[in-house]
Every structure is written in C-alpha cells, then in structure tokens.
C-alpha cells in the first residue's frame, strides 16, 4: 500500500521568507510524487512531478521538490514567498493501479504581509 | 481551449434524492476520476474509468455510481444511500492511466444536503 504524510496542517511565514511544505511517502515500488496547489473553491493545479531522473525538480511559480530515496520525502519549497501564493498545497503519490493518486490531507499556507 | 468542465458549480440536495454531478473533457484523454474532498481529510477516489465502458470503485465507492458511455463524459450519480453527501466534489482526467502521468482537475462541485 502507498500512503502519503504532510507535516503541519497549517503553515504560516512572511513575505519574502522561505516556504516548505513538508511530505514523505511510503511506497514498496519505486514513486511517482506530485505537488498541486488548490485554491479557495477552485481545483487542482500541478506544481511539479517526479518520475524519473533528477531527483530536484523545478516546477511554476518558482517552486522546487527533491526527491530523497533514504529519508522517503518530497518536500516543496520556494525561496521567497509571496502573496500570491497563499493556498492549499498536496503531495500525491501515484497508485499502482489505474494511475490512482494518494493524496496527502493536504497542507495550507498563509503568507503574511 | 481544452479542459475539464464540471456543472453545476453549487447543488442543494433534499435528502433522499438522488443527483447527477457532470464531468465533461476535451482533452482526448482516456482514464477519468471523481474525487471527494473533506475539510482536513485531503482527496478520497470515488470511480475512476480507464477506457469507456469500463469503470472501478475507488475507496469511497459506495452511495455512489457513474457511467462512462463516451470518452468525454463521466457523470456521478450521488445516491440517496450516501449519508453524508455534503462535500466538495472533483473530477480529473489523465492521458492514460499510467502511475507517472499526471492528473488534471475540473473547478470542482460543491453539493450541500438541506
């Protein structure tokens, strides 16, 4: 079974400060993880992905996750917050059937002024 | 513009009706999903379809059904059996089902029980 773990419901930093979003994974075949952003009353948009390859992927908006294997995380981050990025964020991993996705409860970030 | 489009954007539901969600896609993509979202409780599948005419329970299945008679198309029918049906509902679709390709979201549903 895959399942998938946030760290902190709720994330609060400054403008200008650096954001990460916590997640790790738990997965007895090799992971496919995602990031999407939700916000308020919309659906989900992809950040980035992880499939193969380069364990640091760059996703929009200035967004990066890095795949670590030995600590199984996938955890977000960006180096300057702003604003706009206040939202809902998930860590997903693939399923191994059908492409289904566990979704992680989900982590939400307020940026203050 | 291709996308996914859901209707209506907010339902009122008496209890014990039934109610049909609408998902329809552009995208030419084969494998559809319909999500449950829950405050706190992160995105639970309901159906997912991998071709037409073929569809699977995910893990809330039940008070639910769907149908997939066109690629485009992938209705939830919210039963009178699901007892609490008040949620935010999503559909996605992906290309292909396949564990790397990513899932794209509709604008969502939100049903509420009166």
């Known amino acids: 079974a895959q399942s998938v773990t946030q760290l902190g419901s709720h994330v609060s930093v400054s403008e200008g400060a650096l954001v990460l979003l916590r997640c790790n994974y738990s997965?007895?075949?090799?992971?496919?993880l995602f990031w999407y952003v939700q916000y308020p009353n919309q659906g989900l948009q992809l950040l980035l992905k992880y499939t193969t390859g380069a364990t640091l992927v760059k996703g929009i908006n200035g967004f990066e996750a890095e795949f670590k294997k030995s600590e199984t995380s996938f955890h977000l981050t960006k180096p300057s917050a702003h604003m706009s990025d206040a939202a809902e964020y998930f860590c997903a991993v693939s399923g191994s059937q059908g492409g289904k996705l566990i979704f992680g409860q989900g982590t939400e970030l307020s940026v203050k002024p | 513009d291709g996308g996914i489009t859901q209707s209506p954007k907010y339902l009122f539901r008496k209890e014990g009706q039934n109610v049909t969600l609408s998902c329809e896609q552009n995208l030419n993509h084969d494998a559809m999903y319909w999500y449950r979202q829950d405050p706190g409780q992160g995105l639970r599948l309901i159906y997912y379809s991998q071709i037409v005419n073929d569809f699977q329970k995910g893990d809330i299945a039940e008070g639910y059904s769907v149908s997939r008679e066109k690629k485009e198309s992938f209705p939830l029918t919210v039963t009178s059996a699901q007892k609490n049906p008040t949620a935010f509902y999503l559909c996605a679709s992906s290309i292909v089902p396949g564990g790397y390709n990513e899932q794209f979201f509709g604008p969502g549903t939100r049903l509420t029980v009166l």
């Open positions: 997965s007895s075949v090799p992971p496919y």
